[in-house]
């Protein structure tokens, strides 16, 4: 059974950093392409940022393009999300997901995602 779980969110100020975690479990890890996405309220599910193995080039959302970094520990099975200079805009609940794609309608899907973390950001 595919297991996803996402810590590390909270309340930060603007400007401020967190770092996301996700353990990952009941599947191959190593070179399994892994991504974060994100959900504010009242909105579909929007993808931040992807990777397929640690030595080959990340990939990122527009809006979280220079802020935002993406790893993984593959002797851990872990999937991490650094975020630096947030912004209010970046509240939402982050998911570690796998095996995402847009459906006709553009509509972000993953077949598997966390329970998700809530990121708020806000002075």
């Known amino acids: 059974e595919v297991q996803l779980v996402e810590s590390g969110g909270g309340w930060v100020q603007p400007g401020g950093s967190l770092r996301l975690s996700c353990a990952a479990s009941?599947?191959?890890?190593?070179?399994?392409?892994m991504s974060w996405v994100r959900q504010a309220p009242g909105k579909g599910l929007e993808w931040v940022s992807s990777i397929v193995d640690s030595d080959q080039p990340t990939n990122y959302g527009p809006s979280v393009k220079g802020r935002f970094a993406i790893s993984r520990d593959n002797a851990k099975n872990m999937l991490y999300l650094q975020m630096n200079g947030l912004k209010p805009e970046d509240t939402a609940v982050y998911y570690c997901?796998?095996?995402?794609?847009?459906?006709?309608?553009?509509?972000?899907?993953?077949?598997?995602r966390g329970q998700g973390t809530q990121v708020t950001v806000s002075s």
């Open positions: 009941g599947f191959t890890f190593i070179g399994d392409a």
């Open positions: 997901a796998r095996e995402c794609t847009y459906d006709s309608g553009y509509k972000l899907v993953c077949r598997y």
